[in-house]
């Protein structure tokens, strides 16, 4: 959020200041580039949106021909930054009494569009039409409310994972962030704003409103208004979340004594809304009033919702509009109410971005000639908002509304990204193995540690671009930026969806490409990479040298030991900056002996005695000695014994992970030092491809199509996960349709003790799909 400065306490809730002053950088962010707009007018609240296109430093390589001396040194590629543009959507949220010097802002700061049409929807679109269209110089276009709100929330659900949540108000973590099904459809929308309006979607363009009601949102605030003289919603739903409603309503065992066991009635439960208060001689507060009265709406609204969802056999029912806007205590009426008619068999669920569905809508029906389903899109993190809590109590962080702007920001990604086929269950794969969300001890652990390795990722930033004189002040804005969002995130841990150790990491990614930083480590990882193919040959001959069952467990233990080389985490950096010479022999000697933390080696090595498989997809990791000394002799093992192998790296840099581009040069130059890596590209049985990702970690909900494609056509029978952001932070409990090995070292001293290990643990867990539910479960050692 980004808040505006300059407001006089005396300013009026419906005059603005003039004096305002809002900071381009941070609230309308590249609006010299934007190309077309939309808005969204509710009854309190603007939602503004538009397209704009993004300036982005990237890193990229290029082989060396070193037959025409074109390299100095041994290096085998260069690297280069250039700039690339990029596609973003970026969404506004702020309240209506600064329309008009917002709208002031957007054009002062309109530079190259040639849009003449601004799409419009909600309530407010008809009373600022004229505003809008004298302001901005662009006709208003006028679409329908319901026909935007359902575009908005099958584009938030198809491209934010984690996008919706259930809501439980006395849990550790009071938001559960729901994996996003592969196909969203069928579901129930019930749009909570002056009235109730149910509808029922059934793919992107039918839906159709089934049924609805005239006591909702506007209901609550008109009774409640006469009930206890406040005007103000807000302050309505605050005086509710103070209040007792059994001093109003009349429960079962007012009337009976206690529960009424025939019927299956507690005795806590409500038998009429505010029945005592036509008995009773004494008064009540505004408190208690308000209570009740949010308890009967919505638990009227909840029972008919159970029973469309029930008439139309719908399991996903979301709840939405401006009855609901992310109010805590809303959303718990709500949820009681669904769980008490359902019996716990259907959960409200609850959108993180919901504020933003008419005019998510409203844009997409204005760009639908550029067809924006085609892509995937993901947030931003850096340039987001996030879930900010509006519960008066929640936070010290938590600013007053007024004067505070939301923003959210979607990234077109180049790549259409998908679920890898080879899922057990797409819709109940969770990538990530712990919620820090719900686990205060590692979040607290997390959070620390991600501040104290800032300054060296400062460090490490700067350090890439030694001839930038302005780089200095990016790496500070990148440092306060960065630790602002764990600040933000130490408080509101639900801010982005699940708090996990991937999205800490991804949120760092993000910011160090915001302030034009895409490779930190481009430098480590060519100097890395020089050193360790120097060293190839010699592997590949020793490995030769063993028997047959003495190079398997060699093979493994040089995965393991190339792993050890991860500049991302602070015990490997620091032996590495304070040791340059430290090798794949030294990195050898620091795992564990057998039996390792988890040991299932026994088990892959009677499987090798068997048929080879059909195709292996390895997700490789690190540069250097990683992918060079540990994985391509594993492959070339596997390559001999007749495995086809897919190697599926980066799309884009993150840490000092091998990206698909350096991907391809150092295989070239293995392949001219070995025939056999030769002769498997040569015939087609090793092919590299990207995996869709940027990160330090892996999303098998999403993946390059391209590389789900590959996956189907090979037949592939075994995927192999290696390191610690792929193979414990996420995937541990991954499972596949076909067999699969995750092999890691854990680099971390905090992790390895809660896993009841060392530092340099092993990982090492071979699994087989059961063929049935009577299979027995594999159990780590």
């Not at 089934?210 to 807000?234: M, N």
């Not at 025939?262 to 209570?291: N, P, R, W």
């Not at 057990?424 to 390795?453: G, H, K, M, N």
């Amino acid at each position: 959020m980004a808040e505006c400065g300059g407001l006089h306490s005396s300013t009026s809730r419906h005059t603005m200041d003039k004096s305002i002053t809002l900071p381009p950088d941070e609230i309308f962010r590249n609006l010299e580039n934007a190309k077309r707009f939309a808005i969204d007018i509710g009854g309190s609240l603007t939602k503004l949106a538009y397209y704009s296109t993004v300036q982005h430093k990237v890193a990229k390589v290029r082989s060396f021909d070193h037959t025409a001396k074109e390299a100095t040194g041994d290096e085998l590629y260069e690297i280069s930054v250039q700039e690339e543009v990029t596609a973003r959507l970026h969404f506004i949220k702020f309240e209506n009494a600064y329309i008009e010097t917002c709208l002031d802002f957007v054009k002062d700061h309109l530079v190259n569009t040639d849009t003449k049409v601004i799409k419009a929807t909600g309530g407010g679109a008809h009373k600022f039409k004229e505003l809008i269209e004298r302001k901005l110089g662009l006709r208003v276009d006028k679409e329908d409310e319901m026909t935007c709100l359902i575009k908005g929330c099958n584009f938030v659900l198809r491209n934010i994972p984690h996008e919706a949540f259930v809501y439980a108000k006395h849990a550790d973590s009071e938001f559960r962030f729901q994996t996003t099904q592969p196909d969203i459809f069928p579901y129930l929308l019930v749009n909570i704003g002056s009235g109730v309006s149910i509808v029922k979607v059934e793919s992107e363009d039918k839906f159709e409103r089934i049924g609805g009601s005239s006591i909702g949102g506007g209901t609550f605030w008109g009774l409640g208004a006469l009930l206890t003289k406040t005007k103000r919603f807000d302050e309505l739903l605050q005086l509710a979340s103070k209040g007792q409603h059994t001093s109003v309503d009349m429960l079962v065992k007012d009337i009976y004594g206690g529960s009424y066991g025939s019927l299956g009635l507690t005795g806590d439960l409500i038998a009429s809304s505010f029945g005592k208060s036509a008995t009773a001689d004494k008064g009540f507060s505004k408190e208690d009033m308000a209570k009740s009265l949010l308890h009967m709406i919505s638990n009227d609204i909840g029972q008919l919702a159970c029973l469309y969802a029930k008439l139309h056999n719908l399991s996903q029912v979301y709840f939405g509009g401006f009855f609901i806007r992310g109010h805590p205590v809303t959303m718990h009426t709500i949820t009681y109410s669904i769980n008490f008619f359902t019996k716990g068999e259907v959960q409200a669920l609850f959108l993180r971005h919901e504020g933003y569905l008419g005019a998510i809508g409203a844009f997409l029906k204005g760009a639908e000639e550029d067809n924006p389903n085609q892509y995937s899109w993901g947030e931003n993190y850096a340039g987001s908002s996030g879930l900010m809590s509006v519960s008066p109590d929640m936070n010290p962080m938590q600013r007053a509304r007024s004067g505070t702007f939301d923003m959210l920001e979607m990234d077109r990604l180049e790549r259409k990204l998908v679920n890898l086929p080879l899922l057990q269950d797409a819709s109940s794969y969770i990538p990530d193995t712990v919620d820090l969300a719900e686990d205060a001890l590692a979040r607290e652990y997390w959070l620390y540690c991600f501040e104290e390795a800032l300054d060296g990722v400062v460090k490490r930033a700067l350090a890439s671009q030694p001839d930038m004189p302005e780089a200095a002040e990016r790496a500070e804005k990148f440092r306060q930026k960065y630790r602002h969002k764990l600040q933000t995130l130490r408080h509101q841990p639900f801010a982005y969806g699940s708090l996990t150790v991937r999205s800490l990491l991804d949120t760092r990614e993000h910011c160090l490409n915001e302030f034009n930083f895409p490779d930190p480590y481009s430098k480590i990882k060519q100097r890395e990479n020089d050193t360790a193919l120097k060293y190839y040959q010699k592997a590949v001959k020793s490995l030769e040298e063993l028997s047959w069952e003495e190079r398997q467990f060699a093979l493994v233990r040089g995965v393991l030991a190339g792993n050890v080389f991860d500049w991302g985490a602070k015990a490997v950096s620091d032996v590495l900056e304070s040791d340059p010479e430290f090798g794949f022999e030294q990195a050898k000697r620091q795992l564990e002996e057998r039996p390792w933390l988890v040991d299932t080696y026994d088990q892959w090595f009677e499987r090798l005695k068997g048929p080879p498989h059909k195709c292996a997809l390895f997700f490789v990791d690190n540069s250097g000695v990683d992918i060079i000394l540990g994985v391509m002799p594993f492959v070339r093992e596997l390559l001999s014994r007749g495995t086809e192998v897919v190697l599926a790296s980066n799309s884009s840099p993150a840490l000092n992970d091998v990206t698909n581009g350096e991907l391809q040069i150092l295989t070239e130059s293995i392949a001219a030092l070995d025939p056999v890596i030769q002769a498997a590209l040569t015939e087609d049985r090793l092919t590299l491809v990207q995996s869709g990702s940027s990160s330090p970690c892996l999303d098998l909900s999403r993946l390059d199509k391209v590389l789900a494609m590959v996956v189907r056509e090979r037949k592939t029978d075994l995927v192999i996960i290696e390191g610690m952001g792929r193979a414990i932070h996420t995937n541990y409990y991954a499972m596949l349709s076909c067999e699969s090995l995750k092999m890691a070292v854990i680099k971390n001293s905090w992790l390895a003790d809660r896993l009841g290990g060392k530092l340099f643990s092993v990982v090492f867990k071979y699994e087989v799909p059961a063929a049935g539910p009577d299979s027995p479960a594999l159990t780590p050692s």
